[in-house]
C-alpha cells in the first residue's frame, strides 16, 4: 500500500510538493520528499536541496500544505528567492533550478565561476 502524503494528526507538519514537467508524459505532481525521506525531512531546506541537485526535471511550482494549520499555498517564489540567493552566495544552479529562477521571479541566476 503506497504511502499517504497526508502527515499523521499528532504531527504538525508541513509537506512540500513539486509539480515538475515531465515531457513527454506532461506535468506530475511529485511527492518526492514525502515518498523518498520521513516526515521529520519533508521540509523546504529538503526541496531547496533537490532542486540544486537537479532531482527534479523542469520544476513548474512548488506549493506547501499543514493539514494540521488547515492551510495550503504557493510558495513557489519564496524557494526561487532562496534558490537565487544560494547562486549570489556561489552555489552553481542547473538548468532546471536557473529556469524555475528565472521564470518564477524574473531574475537571471547563471553559474558562479
Known amino acids: 500500500m503506497p504511502t499517504s502524503i497526508v502527515p499523521d494528526n499528532d504531527n504538525n507538519t508541513t509537506v512540500y510538493l513539486v509539480l515538475d514537467d515531465v515531457t513527454p508524459f506532461g506535468h506530475v505532481w511529485i511527492e518526492h520528499v514525502w515518498s523518498e525521506t520521513g516526515e521529520e525531512q519533508a521540509n523546504e531546506s529538503t526541496i ?51 529556469e524555475f529562477v528565472e521564470r518564477v521571479i524574473g531574475q537571471s541566476a547563471r553559474a558562479v565561476v
Do not use: Y
Open 48 to 98: 531547496i536541496r533537490w532542486l540544486v541537485e537537479e532531482q527534479f526535471k523542469r520544476p513548474l511550482r512548488v506549493v506547501a500544505f499543514n493539514t494540521e494549520e488547515g492551510w495550503s499555498r504557493d510558495v513557489s517564489r519564496e524557494i526561487a528567492e532562496k534558490l537565487l540567493d544560494l547562486n549570489r552566495a556561489g552555489t552553481v544552479l542547473g538548468a532546471g533550478a536557473s
